[in-house]
C-alpha cells in the first residue's frame, strides 16, 4: 500500500506542476477588450470552444477535477 501511496502523490505532484503551467499559459479577461467594438462576433470569438484557448479551458477544468479528487484520496488516510 505504500507504493501505491508514493505513485498517487507522484501522479499529484505531476497535475499540480501541469496545472499551473496551463493556467499561466490562459489569457487574462482583459485580453478581451475587443468586445468593446464588436471584434467579438469574429470566428474566433463565435468558435473559442475550438480554438486553443478554449482546449486549454476544458484541460484546466479536466484537471482541476483530478486535483480535487486525488486530494480527497490523500486525505482518505487509506494507504
Do not use: D, H, P
Not at 5 to 29: A, D, P, S
Not at 59 to 64: C, D, E, G, I, Q
Request: aromatic residues 8%; proline residues 0%.
Amino acid at each position: 500500500m505504500a507504493a501505491l501511496r508514493i505513485v498517487i502523490q507522484i501522479l499529484f505532484i505531476l497535475i499540480c506542476i501541469v496545472l499551473t503551467v496551463i493556467v499561466l499559459m490562459q489569457e487574462g479577461k482583459s485580453a478581451g477588450l475587443g468586445a468593446i467594438s464588436g471584434a467579438a462576433e469574429t470566428y474566433w470569438g463565435k468558435n473559442k470552444g475550438r480554438s486553443m484557448e478554449g482546449k486549454l479551458v476544458k484541460f484546466t477544468k479536466y484537471l482541476a477535477i483530478g486535483f480535487m479528487v486525488i486530494s480527497i484520496i490523500l486525505n482518505l488516510n487509506v494507504f
